[in-house]
Every structure is written in C-alpha cells, then in structure tokens.
C-alpha cells in the first residue's frame, strides 16, 4: 500500500501527539509540517523526522505529495486554513471543536461537498475501537434497559489564553465539553426533547465550568459537565436497568467496568495497546480517502453539525460570545 503522507498545520503539543502517533504508524508518515514561521516548523520537523517543513501554512497546502492535511491550530483559527486547503483539493481533518460555531461549520462543510473535497472532525474518541466495544455491550441487554448517561471532563487550566480569550473561542465548553457530548451522542443519538444547563464564566465572559442536562427521545436522561477550572473524575456513566458500565476516562478510554444490577464488580474489559490513541482517526481518514468516501464512517458530516450547533444553543443561553458569531 502506498505511504499515506500527513502534512501537519501548527507546531503546538496537539500537532507533536499527531507527529508521535504519525511515527509510531506503518503505512502513515508524518510527511511535511507548516507554520507561520519557518523557524518553528524546521525546528519541529527535526525533533519529529519530518521530510518537509513549510514557513506557511499555504506552501503546505500547495505541496502535491500532502494527501491528508491535519489542521492543529486552535480552532478559532480552523476555518481559514481548511477553507484555504478545501479549495486547493485537500483532505482534511480538523481537530475539534471543529470551527467556532455552527455557522462557519456549515460553510465548510458544504465547500467540501461542493468540491468534493475528504473532510472530517478529529475528536478522537469518536475512532477508537471503545466505541464499537461499547455499543456491543449496550446491545448485548447485559445492563439491561438503559435509563441515564453521566459524564464529567474536567482539568484545572488556570488562566490560558485559549481558555480565557473570546478571539481563541475560549471557554470549558469547545474545549473539553464538546468530549462529553459526543459522548452521549455516539451511544444514545436520539433527537434531545429538552435542554437545561448552567455555568459559571471567566472575568473575560468565557464559561470555565459547566452542566447541561439532556432528556432523550428514547427516554434517556443525560447529565455532563465540564471544566477548565478543576480536576474532574473524568469518568463515564451508561446506568441501565439490570447493572451499569463505567469507563474510567472519557477524554481517552482504557477500561470498562460492568456491574450488576446490585453494583457488585463483573469485569474489567480493557481497550487494545495504543500508540497514544490518535492512530484510528488517521487510519480511518486513509481508509475513507481510499474508498472515495468524502467522511468517515465514524464521525458523519451531519454529527459534526449537530455537536456546533449543539453548543451555539448553549453558549446563547449562556452569554458566551465570540467574535466570529458576528460573520462569516
């Protein structure tokens, strides 16, 4: 199989975990890296024996042998740069949260149809195979009937600037609560028939802590948090009528515990050995793009959308604006 060459956008701790995993693949080569100064990107591409290096993110782009580009930059800087390469001809993955608000998801997302152009959310926990395993126990009635999700994301990040600054979509919400959506989503995605919430925000108008409570169309209750202010458990929560599951880290899966329907210990079932657990959403893009697919399997245009829109519904009622939700 031919070499699935990755071409890396930014050079912060995000792109180096995208650079490990990319080393650590057989079949995947982190091939080229860009960022806005070719000092940094040099520096960056020796650290992590990357053939390219790129003083824009533009020349990236423009380099022919790029066939994925993998946008890193925080994502109030997202919809420039994956417009820019959309319109060059190049498959996408963008992490999460995938743009700063619905609106400029939506234009991306459609740009990408229209040129038929591979596009794709990197929230990572949506490719692990967790979440096949998950939804085998689900369906196997071994908890029963379930009744409620929880799920809390939490990590004290004192006061970085993408956390606090409304031009870097700052808050708890894009940063670490969209994990916990998706998290509900990915095993229970019926329509949400009610909504409340409430959060506590920055001096700067970002929410720092947060709680929404769902209520299903299947009759599921979910309740998630998130915060950028302390150190939450981290943990998931599937409870049914005959026992629940809980997996001891949303952010990034390793074990599941099953109990009974007294909350007595069945098992642990533990996930594969990774790499650092981004591997499956490149091995996913380089499937999809080999199969003319324009999204993955894993994470559907339409479920990227639902999460934005999802969460400019929140931030609404919540008073956090930014910048971007006034164009574009």
């Not at 959310?121 to 071994?142: F, N």
């Not at 908890?143 to 979509?169: E, F, H, N, Q, W």
């Not at 720092?208 to 150190?231: H, K, M, R």
Request: glycine share 8%; hydrophobic share 40%; aromatic share 8%.
């Amino acid at each position: 199989m031919k070499i699935f060459r990755v071409g890396i956008i930014a050079t912060g701790w995000i792109a180096e975990k995208a650079a490990i995993t990319l080393n650590g693949l057989s079949g995947c080569q982190p091939y080229a890296v860009g960022s806005r100064t070719l000092d940094k990107a040099q520096a960056f591409a020796q650290k992590w024996n990357i053939p390219k290096a790129y003083g824009s993110y533009a020349e990236l782009i423009a380099d022919p042998d790029v066939d994925l580009v993998y946008v890193g930059t925080p994502h109030s800087h997202h919809y420039d740069v994956t417009k820019a390469a959309i319109l060059a001809g190049k498959p996408c993955l963008v992490e999460k949260a995938f743009m700063a608000n619905y609106r400029q998801s939506k234009t991306i997302v459609d740009l990408a149809h229209e040129h038929k152009v591979f596009l794709a959310e990197a929230i990572w926990t949506r490719y692990q195979p967790v979440v096949q395993m998950m939804r085998d126990l689900i369906g196997s009635g071994r908890i029963g009937t379930p009744r409620m999700v929880t799920a809390t994301l939490g990590y004290s990040m004192g006061d970085k600037p993408r956390i606090m600054r409304p031009d870097l979509c700052g808050g708890a919400l894009l940063d670490l609560g969209v994990y916990a959506l998706n998290f509900v989503r990915m095993f229970f995605p019926a329509d949400i028939v009610s909504m409340e919430s409430q959060c506590v925000k920055s001096d700067t108008g970002m929410d720092l802590t947060n709680a929404v409570s769902l209520v299903l169309a299947d009759g599921i209750l979910a309740n998630v948090q998130s915060s950028a202010a302390c150190v939450g458990d981290n943990i998931g929560v599937i409870a049914g009528t005959d026992g629940n599951l809980i997996i001891d880290n949303i952010n990034n899966p390793q074990r599941i515990t099953i109990n009974t329907h007294d909350r007595e210990f069945v098992e642990d079932i533990h996930v594969p050995q990774q790499i650092t657990g981004y591997e499956y959403q490149f091995l996913a893009c380089r499937d999809a793009i080999a199969e003319g697919l324009l999204e993955p399997h894993e994470m559907p245009h339409a479920e990227t959308l639902y999460i934005m829109q999802l969460m400019d519904d929140l931030r609404k009622k919540w008073g956090v604006h930014y910048p971007m939700d006034d164009n574009r």
